[in-house]
C-alpha cells in the first residue's frame, strides 16, 4: 500500500474528475494521500477535502510564492487551521528564488514564523526549496531542534546538501524527477540516502514520471518513482513501497508525546 506524501488535488488541473480519480487512486492501492496547500484559499480547499476523505489528511501552509497574502490576522487564522484534527503537517513553506515573487526577506521571515509555529503545534513541516539552497539550509537550522521533524520535498540539489538535513534529521521526497534520464545529481541523492528517510510523493498534478512525463500526474504514477527507486537501491518496488509508506505514517502520525517530548 502505497502513501503518498505530497499531493494538490485540490488544484483546477482536477476539477473535471477529481472524485472518480480519488476513488480510482484508493481503489488501485493508494492508502493515504497528504494533501498539501500553498495558499490561504488551498487551506481551506484542502481541508474541505480532507472533511471528504477518509484516506485524505492536509498539511496547512503558506508556499514562499504566496507569503504576501499573510499578516498577524492571517497568520492567526493559519494557527487555528493547523489545529483541524486532520491536520497533520506545517507546508508547503520555503523558498523560491526560482519564481521569486516575493522579496527574500518576506520569503525568510514567514518561513522563520510557519517553522515556528510547527514547533509549537508539534507538527512535521513540508519545506519547498527552488534556487535557494544556501538560505533554506541557513533558515532551517535556525529553527533546528529536536521538536522539529519534516521533509525537504521534491529534492532538488546535490548529496552534499542531502547530508545535510539527514544530519538534522529530516526526510528527502523523491518524486517524478528521479524516473528522467537526465536526473543524475537526483540519482546520486538516491543512492545516498537511506531507505528509511525517503518518503514518496508526486506533486500531482505536476512532475509526472516517466513513462507519463509531460501528462497530468496523479498518484497512480507512484510505482513508477517507487520503481526508479529500487533499482538505484537494488531493491524491489514492493519493499520500496512498504519502507517509504512506514516512514511516512513514523513522520505524520508518529506518537507526539514519544517524539517529542
Ligand atoms: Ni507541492
Redesign the pocket.
Known amino acids: 500500500m502505497i502513501f503518498e506524501s505530497?499531493?494538490?488535488y485540490d488544484d483546477t488541473a482536477f476539477d473535471t474528475d477529481r472524485q472518480e480519480l480519488l476513488n480510482q487512486c484508493q481503489a488501485q492501492g493508494i492508502e493515504t494521500i497528504v494533501n498539501?496547500s500553498?495558499s490561504l484559499n488551498s487551506v481551506k480547499s484542502t481541508l474541505a477535502l480532507a472533511e471528504e476523505y477518509p484516506f485524505l489528511y492536509a498539511a496547512v501552509g503558506i508556499?514562499p510564492d504566496e507569503v504576501g497574502e499573510l499578516d498577524e490576522a492571517a497568520f492567526t487564522w493559519l494557527r487555528e487551521q493547523c489545529r483541524h484534527p486532520k491536520a497533520v503537517a506545517v507546508?508547503?513553506i520555503g523558498l523560491d528564488y526560482y519564481w521569486d515573487k516575493e522579496k527574500h526577506e518576506l520569503q525568510k521571515y514567514w518561513f522563520q514564523r510557519q517553522m515556528e509555529l510547527a514547533k509549537e503545534l508539534k507538527l512535521p513541516i513540508?519545506v519547498?526549496s527552488r534556487d535557494a539552497a544556501a538560505d533554506t539550509l541557513e533558515a532551517v537550522r535556525t529553527a533546528h531542534s529536536p521538536k522539529l521533524r519534516g521533509v525537504i520535498?521534491?529534492f532538488s540539489y546535490g548529496p552534499e546538501l542531502a547530508r545535510e538535513y539527514l544530519d538534522m534529521g529530516y526526510y528527502i521526497g523523491i518524486g517524478g524527477v528521479v524516473t528522467f534520464k537526465n536526473a543524475k545529481k537526483l540519482k546520486e541523492v538516491v543512492k545516498i540516502v537511506p531507505m528509511e528517510r525517503i518518503l514518496l510523493?508526486t506533486?500531482c498534478p505536476?512532475l509526472a514520471p516517466e513513462p507519463n512525463r509531460g501528462k497530468r500526474n496523479s498518484s497512480l504514477n507512484l510505482p513508477y518513482v517507487a520503481e526508479a527507486i529500487g533499482q538505484l537501491k537494488g531493491i524491489d518496488t514492493e519493499e520500496v513501497i512498504r519502507i517509504t509508506n512506514e516512514n511516512a505514517k513514523a513522520l505524520y502520525f508518529g506518537n507526539k508525546e514519544k517524539l517529542y517530548g
Do not use: L, M, P, S
Request: net charge negative.
Open positions: 505530497h499531493a494538490h498539501v500553498a508556499h507546508g508547503e513540508i519547498h520535498h521534491c510523493e506533486d505536476y
